[in-house]
């Protein structure tokens, strides 16, 4: 049975409770499934397929994203006062060791350039990218291009923008309508809070979104979901546990087109890029959602946590080849995140790189700009 998730007005509760008055106030909306209209014989049988077997989640990751959701749901709807990239940026693995590198060896010589490509190395960067980088940035010190290091730093600035101004490409959703974003990626990584994210960026945009709750193998994952529909006002769509993913998202594309959304977000499962069975799943989405809209999805958004190092480059190129790929969102990069994997993603991909996550508010979720981003990675000055 299709589902639809939406809040009754209500008179202002106590702050102390509003979150399970809002919860209370949910009801399901029966009206929702004559809305929706009824799949065609064609697409409820391919989405009637045979599910793939699907391992267990490893406990500690569930455990881990039910406490990121119980989290998320205690943050208030009020807007806070953004903080800057600096701000957000400076406790970063990358950012920490080049600040430290060039308070410890103030000095222009061939020691703090060697010093460098192992920190740009050990940051995620990558090893071509980084040796590249460096000897560049060696040949022109030895032309006596740089004064100091104050200069060198600079130079650096530049050329660390310079790799990731490609791919600095925001996203336009009003291309279609409805504009389908289908966000995969696997297990841990956000997935589903950037979706929350996402449309609260989008309801503030004064956009009519919908959400489809296509994790149906995790119930956390729905009622995470939910969550986020509650606290934006807006409908998700969702069946029972173990429902059929490709049967929900196509439900909930046709409600998008008879409600007149501007955008649909559709969850998946998190899927292990080593799985092949499950990212064929993905390919079935895809094919039922084109049985209405042969344009859909109109972007494939991959959520990568930016704390993974370069492991995130094979899921990129396996989700890629599987899910058709075509933007990027790296989350969790205001903590431990090294920040480096940017530069080897943008070098080995050149995918658009949409948003960044840079802390567990709304706001929090930034369009990408590549000046802001080198400029809260590396000190002011020396000393900075």
Do not use: C
Not at 47 to 68: G, K, L, R, W
Not at 292 to 312: C, F, K, R, W, Y
Not at 318 to 327: D, K, L, S, Y
């Amino acid at each position: 049975m299709l589902k639809f998730w939406k809040k009754k007005t209500t008179e202002p509760a106590p702050a102390e409770s509003a979150a399970a008055d809002e919860r209370a106030d949910l009801v399901a909306d029966p009206a929702s499934s004559a809305e929706s209209g009824v799949a065609t014989s064609e697409a409820l049988a391919e989405a009637a397929a045979p599910e793939p077997q699907v391992p267990d989640i490893d406990a500690e990751v569930e455990a881990s994203v039910v406490v990121e959701a119980a989290r998320e749901a205690e943050h208030a709807p009020a807007t806070p006062a953004r903080r800057s990239w600096r701000e957000r940026l400076s406790g970063s693995g990358f950012a920490k060791s080049l600040s430290a590198l060039f308070v410890k060896n103030p000095r222009l010589d061939d020691d703090l350039l060697d010093e460098l490509e192992t920190a740009l190395i050990t940051a995620d960067v990558g090893v071509d990218a980084s040796t590249r980088l460096v000897e560049d940035l060696r040949k022109r010190m030895h032309k006596r291009e740089f004064a100091d290091a104050d200069a060198l730093l600079k130079a650096l600035r530049s050329e660390l923008v310079a790799l990731l101004k490609p791919v600095e490409t925001p996203l336009d959703v009003a291309t279609a309508s409805p504009f389908v974003i289908l966000t995969v990626g696997i297990n841990g990584v956000g997935k589903t809070t950037t979706i929350g994210k996402l449309a609260r960026r989008y309801v503030d945009e004064g956009r009519n979104v919908i959400l489809a709750a296509g994790d149906t193998f995790r119930a956390a994952a729905v009622e995470q979901l939910k969550t986020w529909g509650e606290r934006n006002k807006v409908p998700v769509v969702s069946q029972g546990q173990d429902a059929d993913s490709a049967s929900v998202i196509f439900d909930a594309l046709q409600a998008a087109r008879s409600r007149g959304a501007q955008v649909l977000i559709a969850d998946t499962a998190g899927r292990l890029h080593t799985q092949g069975g499950l990212m064929d799943e993905l390919g079935k989405i895809g094919r039922v959602m084109k049985k209405l809209d042969p344009s859909a999805p109109h972007e494939v958004l991959m959520v990568i946590d930016g704390t993974t190092g370069q492991n995130a480059i094979s899921q990129v190129r396996q989700f890629r080849e599987t899910a058709g790929v075509t933007g990027l969102v790296v989350t969790k990069l205001d903590g431990t995140a090294k920040g480096g994997v940017m530069f080897a993603l943008a070098r080995e991909f050149g995918l658009p790189i949409r948003y960044v996550g840079l802390g567990e508010t709304a706001t929090d979720l930034r369009v990408f700009d590549a000046e802001a981003f080198v400029d809260g990675l590396l000190p002011a000055a020396l000393g900075g």
